[in-house]
T-cell receptor, first 109, second 116 residues
């Protein structure tokens, strides 16, 4: 089976840095994706790590360690609009995604 | 970019009726589309994989006779919730990739179904 664990909620102030950890137990692992979802909206793709290491895309970075079955999403220079739920998702054969429970990020002024 | 649309965006129906949800890839062809269900404040759960020109593959625990999937073309997949009941009320989201097994999945805006 597939399972991914991530914290349920994180609160931070504007301008701060938040790290959302994701540990996974999956078979046939291809890579780890991250998605952002605002309330009532659809998931939006943020990043994908197929190989170990850090991927940087603007204020967001994502990291993967296959040997540790662990990854994280780093949100820098937090803005109010970053308040949303963030999901890690493991990719398997056939492009199938299994999602973690989601981390609700609340950004305060 | 890769745009996926869904129709309708929301629907309210009476218990016992059937509801059809469409998922379209607007600017690319998608041999495979995926259907997810999301209950409030919960994660996305994969329901089924929709393959163009063949039968859908359902995840364990998903009733294939209740959730009918048809993928008639490379740009359209439909999900029909048959004999809907209040417990089927949920947010249904489709996604599609452009073909490669490692391609990013692009999500539609979702359809909120409320069964009275």
């Amino acid at each position: 089976g597939q399972s991914l664990e991530q914290p349920s909620e994180v609160t931070a102030v504007e301008g701060a840095i938040v790290q959302i950890n994701c540990t996974y137990q999956t078979s046939g692992f291809y890579g780890l994706s991250w998605y952002q979802q605002h309330d009532g909206g659809a998931p939006t793709f943020l990043s994908y790590n197929a190989l170990d290491g850090l991927e940087e895309t603007g204020r967001f970075s994502s990291f993967l360690s296959r040997s540790d079955s662990y990854g994280y999403l780093l949100l820098q220079e937090l803005q109010m609009k970053d308040s949303a739920s963030y999901f890690c998702a493991s990719k398997a054969a056939g492009n199938k995604l299994t999602f973690g429970g989601g981390t609700r990020v609340l950004v305060k002024p | 970019g890769a745009v996926v649309s869904q129709h309708p965006s929301w629907v309210i129906c009476k218990s016992g009726t059937s509801v059809k949800i469409e998922c379209r890839s607007l600017d690319f062809q998608a041999t495979t589309m995926f259907w997810y269900r999301q209950f409030p404040k919960q994660s996305l759960m994969l329901m089924a994989t929709s393959n163009e020109g063949s039968k859908a593959t359902y995840e364990q625990g998903v009733e294939k006779d209740k959730f009918l999937i048809n993928h008639a073309s490379l740009t359209l997949s439909t999900l029909t919730v048959t004999s809907a009941h209040p417990e089927d009320s949920s947010f249904y989201i489709c996604s599609a990739g452009r073909g490669a097994s490692t391609d990013t999945q692009y999500f539609g805006p979702g359809t909120r179904l409320t069964v009275l």
